[in-house]
Every structure is written in C-alpha cells, then in structure tokens.
C-alpha cells in the first residue's frame, strides 16, 4: 500500500508540476500582437495555410477583413480548414489555391492563376515547410528542405513581384528557424547529394539560404516599395514536428507532451509573423531578422553579399527563372 502511495503522490505532483508549466508558458510567455490594423480591400497570400501557424495567420488576416488566399498542396484539407474559418470570422472572402512547393510547374501555375486573376496580393507569407525530413528529392530534382523551404518560396516571390510592385507598399515574410545561426551553404555540393545526408543540416542550410536570399531581395528590389523579413517563429508545436518528435509511437506518448508544456501553441507562434506583416513601425524595413517579436542582429556570415549574389543567381538558374 505504501508503494502504491509513493507512486500516487509521485504521478500527482508530475501532473502539478506539467500542469504550472503548461500555464506559465500560457499566461506568462505568450507574446501577442496587438495591432488592431484592418485589411479591407487588401489581399493575403499565405503557403502551408490548412495547418498550424499558417492556419492561424489565415484567421487573423480574415477577422480583419482580408481577402486570404490560402496556397496549399492538399485542396481537400484547405477546404476543411477554409470552412471553419469562414464560419469563425465571417468572412467569406477567403480562396483555396493549389500550390505544391516541391513542384516547379504547380508553382507556376499557381502565380499565373494570380497574375491573371487577382487584382491586387499586398502580403506574401511564405509559410510552408519541412523540417529534419529524410532524403527525399523535390519533383524537380531538388534536396526537400532546400526545394520547398527555399527555392519554392524563392520562385513564388519572383513571379508575384511584379503584382506586389503594383500594391505598394507590400509587404513579404520569410518564415525561418534560429537553427539559421548553424548553417552554412556548401556551394559544392548545395544540393546535398555528394556526402551522406544528413537532415538537420539540410534544414539548416535551407534556414540558412531564406535569411541570405533575403538580403539579396531587398538589393535587387531596393525602392520598389516591396520590402522582405525573416521571421523566427519561436519553438512551436505543429505538424512540422512529424519527423522528429513525432517520427515514432514512443516519441509521441512520452517526449512529446512534455515537450509540449515548454513549445508555443500555433496561435502564438503566429504573432511573430502577424507583427511582422502588419506593424506600421516596420514600414520601409528590409531584410530584418525578428524572432519571438523581437529584432535581432543577423549572424555576420548570413549578410555576405558576393555569397548572397551567388546563390541568388544559382536559385534563378534551378528554378528556370533565368536560363
């Protein structure tokens, strides 16, 4: 009997102390975006938007009276999720947009949909991504990470450009990852098929490539009126966790809720990009860093300019752009 107690007490004052930390990161972490901006008659696009972050940022945008264009790859969860939004905001000036970022023609599909057919697009949020993926190639050839983090992205902001030159002052976020901070570009071999692959520099490299590229954006388009950040989202608990803490039964039943007392909620890792997208203080601001909601200074190797020129020309390359 008394061992049964022992384990009792034990398991309840566990559940105590996952409970405190559950409502510290709750009530006293929680960063909020209180801007209370309005968005009629502007238009959203937002990547990866039935799920997580981008789902959020998709429902914020709608309560404030944006038409959202909600680019995804699987129409039959866009739906669902466009749905509910729609009941919640009451907006239905919300769209589903087929847009698979592992594929060069869906992309492209996807813009002239855009260009054709859309008056105006003021917010580009390039949400989408994979992280710690194993090996697996892009329908183009390329490394997963690099190819749906970064080149995707890096192709659907070129060819929307013109459109948001149009609705100036527009703005576009790149979403990223500290894990920016280790990473590196081996230009020998950037698409990761020389040496042994390994995922968390994949990752890294293409968190890495999105903060370089940006730089290089806002030189190639300095006084367009079109300005581009990078934004950390902070540790947050969403899909993107399915090949690491969630890549196994064990993982998900016992790392993953108590990891999940210390991650953010989608709800609030969305503030950082809301901030971001929104802020009339960022007015003019390009090729920024801001993680958690706030401003940090940009590792010195990410804002090298003769590395940023190159990459940028080799993206142009890979995803045709340029012949």
Request: net charge positive.
């Amino acid at each position: 009997m008394s061992l049964l107690r022992t384990i009792t007490i034990g398991l309840t004052g566990a559940a105590g102390i996952y409970g405190g930390l559950v409502l510290y990161r709750e009530y006293f972490v929680k960063a909020q975006y209180k801007g209370n901006e309005q968005l009629f008659g502007k238009t959203a696009i937002v990547t990866g938007a039935n799920t997580g972050i981008g789902r959020e940022v998709v429902h914020d945008f709608a309560r404030r009276g944006a038409r959202v264009i909600m680019a995804c790859r699987d129409m039959k969860k866009c739906e669902e999720t466009r749905e509910k939004i729609i009941a919640d905001s009451f907006n239905t000036n919300i769209v589903c947009r087929e847009c698979d970022l592992a594929s060069i023609e869906s992309i492209k599909r996807f813009a002239d949909d855009i260009n054709q057919n859309e008056k105006y697009v003021h917010l580009l949020i390039n949400n989408a991504g994979v992280m710690w993926h194993p090996l697996k190639l892009t329908k183009d050839g390329f490394e997963q990470h690099l190819g749906v983090n970064y080149l995707g992205h890096f192709l659907l902001t070129n060819l929307l450009i013109e459109k948001l030159k149009k609705c100036s002052p527009s703005r576009i976020i790149n979403v990223t990852s500290s894990m920016y901070k280790r990473g590196q570009i081996d230009f020998d071999d950037l698409n990761m098929s020389k040496k042994q692959f390994n995922p968390k520099i994949a990752y890294e490299q293409a968190s890495f490539s999105i903060v370089l590229s940006t730089q290089e954006f806002c030189r190639q388009y300095s006084g367009s009126g079109v300005i581009a950040n990078c934004v950390n989202p902070g540790i947050t608990r969403t899909d993107i966790a399915r090949h690491t803490v969630d890549k196994s039964f064990i993982s998900r039943i016992i790392i993953g809720p108590l990891l999940k007392a210390f991650m953010k909620t989608p709800m609030q890792g969305a503030q950082a990009i809301l901030q971001c997208a929104l802020d009339p203080k960022l007015d003019g601001q390009c090729g920024k860093y801001f993680s958690n909601m706030k401003e940090e200074p940009i590792v010195p190797n990410a804002t090298n300019e003769k590395e940023a020129k190159r990459l940028w020309l080799i993206s142009e390359r890979w995803t045709r752009l340029t012949k």
